[in-house]
């Protein structure tokens, strides 16, 4: 993406905007982004304490209105419900599916114990699909929308190791494209952020790699400029040379 590529006015998609994992990281950087821009923020996240938290700050700092949803994403199908019945009648104009959750170090698919292969399948893959299918008929509805589905550079290769975790991201990067091809022409754009490395808690046993890492308001502020004009964006220049190169 450009450097001088210009902010589209994101109150254009509409009132509010919706974050999911959204008190650290790419997730809290989004929210306080597009905060900044003035679109009010629907935090969703499993952690009361620190949504409380992070929603304070965004609307001591921004002045804009800011919701709560508590939601496990780890427990499949349970959570969107609650989810659903709580965005009803919201004026949604952006999704940002961010939450995700990485293998605890690289292991062998078959050494993954089985609880952590279906954490990483609820939270990677079924969150996503679900968040919008709650979300997008209100913007087809509105003839307006945007929904970013936070990828990672991994999808672009086989990832032995991490093999799970690659191949969702993989996922998410083809159910964007073909969220595309079936949405665009009714106003919405899809856009697949293939994120490189960013400094979060997804990673912890990287350090080898953290002189890579953008902070995560840096990316963020670059990434944001580019909803409404790169349906596939590493989201910061450096990112963009990182998967070229490596």
Known sequence: PSLLSRTKHLRQYGEWAVVTGATGGIGKAYAEELASHGVNVILISRNPEKLKNVSEAITGTYGVKTHLI??????????????????????????????GVLNDYPQFTTEVPEDKLWEMININIAAAVMMVHIVLPGMVERKRGAIVNVSSAVCCKPTPLVNVYAS????????????????????????????????????????????????????????VRTIGISRRTAGHLLHSIQVRVI
Not at 74 to 98: F, M, P, R, T, W
Request: hydrophobic share 45%; glycine share 4%.
């Open 70 to 99: 508590v939601a496990d994403f780890s427990l499949g199908h349970k959570v969107y419900a609650h989810i659903k019945e709580a965005l009803k009648d919201v004026d949604v104009g952006i999704l940002v599916n961010n939450v």
């Open 168 to 223: 969702s991201k993989s996922f998410i990067d083809f159910f964007s494209q073909a969220l595309h091809y079936e949405y665009a022409s009714k106003g919405i754009f899809i856009q697949s952020l293939v994120a490189y490395f960013v400094k979060t808690n997804l990673i912890p046993y990287s350090t080898c790699i953290r002189f890579l890492m953008l902070d995560p308001k840096k990316y963020a502020r670059q990434a």
